[in-house]
Structures are given as structure tokens and as C-alpha cells.
């Protein structure tokens, strides 16, 4: 056997060579594509997710700054009657001012530290308010039992400013 012989034997074992080097590269080159383009759809997906938590997050904290403005609000008026002040036998047990100390949980579950820093001064003043002192504290006079919650309503309105 000559060397001629084998050129075309030779020919096509380069040839099957240079193919699976060509299918080789371009199965590489497509799975890094492929791999590019699940990260950035993984990326879109985790930047999505993150900006349904966020709103989901502020549609709470919104739902327990109001509630916890309307309770409040609510037995601070209460107390404001007139009928209040003539009667010495008026409910004000612990249970009394429960609904507003459910919405202060709330507030401090998805409240920001600002708010539930706010929250828990406007709750001792009303209980003070209502209770004659509160942890050891006199009675806050009516200017300060609203000066507080109008401190925590502007913590809110800052909290509850439109997310971008």
C-alpha cells in the first residue's frame, strides 16, 4: 500500500476531525448564548419579584398605619365626649384600648423603625391619656396626647410617600 492510497482515508478522517471541532465550538458558543439568556430572564424575574414584595410590603404597612390611625383616633374621641368625664365607672381596662394595641402590632411588623418608633409614643400617650399614667409616667395633658399622634402622621405620610 502506497501512500496514495491512503490520502483519501487520511482526507476523511480530517475532514470527520474539523467537523466535530466546527460542532463542537458551535454547541459551545450556543450554550453559553442559551446560558446568558436564562440568567438575564433570572435576573428580570428576581428584579420583578423583589418589586411585588416591595409593594406588597408597603400595601401592608399602609393598612396598618391606617389602622392604627383610625382606632386610635377612634377611642381618643371617645374619650373626648363629654358624657366621659361624668362617669367614673367607664370601661378603661386593658381590653378597652385592645383594638388599638392589635393595629400597633401590626405597625410593628411592617412598620419602618421611624414608624414604629412613632407608633409606640402615640400608644403611651393615649394610654397614659386614658389610664392616668402609663409605665410609670403622669398623665400627658391633651396637647400632648395629640402632639404625638401628629408626630407618627408624619411618619406616615414620609413611609407612605409612592414607591418607585
Known amino acids: 500500500m502506497q501512500i496514495k492510497d491512503l490520502l483519501p482515508l487520511i482526507g476523511v478522517i480530517i475532514g470527520g476531525l474539523i467537523t466535530s471541532a466546527v460542532t463542537w465550538l458551535n454547541n459551545r458558543n450556543a450554550n453559553k448564548r442559551d446560558d446568558q439568556r436564562w440568567e438575564r430572564e433570572r435576573a428580570r424575574d428576581r428584579e420583578t419579584e423583589l418589586g411585588k414584595r416591595e409593594m406588597l410590603t408597603f400595601e401592608h404597612r399602609h393598612t396598618a398605619y391606617v389602622g392604627f390611625l383610625a382606632a386610635w383616633t377612634s377611642k381618643f374621641e371617645e374619650t373626648l365626649?363629654?358624657?366621659?368625664?361624668?362617669?367614673?365607672?367607664?370601661?378603661?381596662?386593658?381590653?378597652?384600648?385592645?383594638?388599638?394595641?392589635?393595629?400597633?402590632a401590626a405597625v410593628q411588623i411592617y412598620g419602618t423603625p421611624a414608624g414604629v418608633q412613632g407608633c409606640e409614643r402615640a400608644w403611651e400617650a393615649l394610654a397614659g391619656w386614658v389610664w392616668g399614667s402609663y409605665r410609670g409616667r403622669p398623665k400627658p395633658s391633651r396637647e400632648q396626647t395629640q402632639e404625638a399622634i401628629e408626630a407618627f402622621r408624619a411618619v406616615v405620610r414620609r413611609d407612605l410617600a409612592v414607591p418607585e
Do not use: A, F, K, M
Open 81 to 104: 365626649d363629654p358624657r366621659w368625664s361624668d362617669h367614673d365607672d367607664i370601661e378603661t381596662s386593658e381590653e378597652w384600648l385592645d383594638p388599638v394595641w392589635d393595629q400597633r
